[in-house]
């Protein structure tokens, strides 16, 4: 377990892990519940460095039955999930709390949002610095390089720290455009 940084305590039998345990991951994800024979078997919950969790039913390593839930406590339903979809936009805080009064719109799920440094991003797990190709957490600790298409996606999508005007050309406006027609 040394070599690939992984840690486990907890039960054993025949020098594999049996019973109730934690198994941590290279990765700082966590496992804590019950094992058969080294592998997750019984009731279980995968902790991730993020804070959300996946709760489960396993059966030899593999989940029967779970849920998951995101850090801020959005449980996911593999049916009927109406969060976040092209017709609710709302963060999970608004659905909790409600929404906020006319000029008061939350721009994150936290509000007040966190104060982005000087040309930096919030890719909602820290902060990234396009110079540096570096995100860090919110507290200031690395968290890793990104790649080319992570550089991509959060330069097109993600809050920034300065204001940008934003011009819509009235042609490209989705009012203007002319309606299709169903011939």
């Given at each position: 377990m040394d070599i690939i940084e992984s840690s486990s305590k907890g039960d054993t039998k025949n020098d594999r892990m049996d019973g109730k345990g934690e198994y941590t991951f290279p990765t700082e994800t966590k496992y804590v519940g019950e094992m058969k024979d080294g592998m997750f078997h019984?009731?279980?919950?995968?902790?991730?460095?993020?804070?959300?969790k996946y709760e489960a039913t396993w059966e030899n390593g593999k989940a029967k039955q779970g849920y998951f839930?995101?850090?801020?406590?959005?449980?996911?339903?593999?049916?009927?999930?109406?969060?976040?979809?092209?017709?609710d936009r709302c963060f999970y805080s608004e659905r909790c709390n409600g929404l906020r009064p006319a000029g008061e719109s939350q721009?994150?799920?936290?509000?007040?949002?966190?104060?982005i440094p000087?040309?930096?991003?919030?890719?909602?797990?820290?902060?990234?610095?396009?110079?540096?190709?570096?995100?860090?957490?919110?507290?200031g600790r690395f968290l890793r390089n990104a790649d080319d298409s992570e550089h991509e996606w959060i330069v097109r999508t993600c809050r920034k720290a300065w204001d940008?005007?934003?011009?819509?050309?009235?042609?490209?406006?989705?009012?203007?455009?002319?309606?299709?027609?169903?011939k």
């Open positions: 019984g009731k279980g919950v995968l902790h991730f460095p993020n804070g959300s839930a995101f850090a801020d406590g959005l449980q996911y339903e593999e049916q009927n999930w109406d969060y976040c979809d092209g017709y721009l994150t799920d936290l509000h007040p949002p966190r104060v000087e040309g930096c991003y919030d890719c909602a797990d820290g902060f990234y610095d396009p110079n540096t190709k570096v995100v860090t957490s919110y507290t940008e005007v934003v011009v819509v050309h009235p042609e490209n406006s989705f009012a203007t455009r002319p309606k299709e027609s169903s």
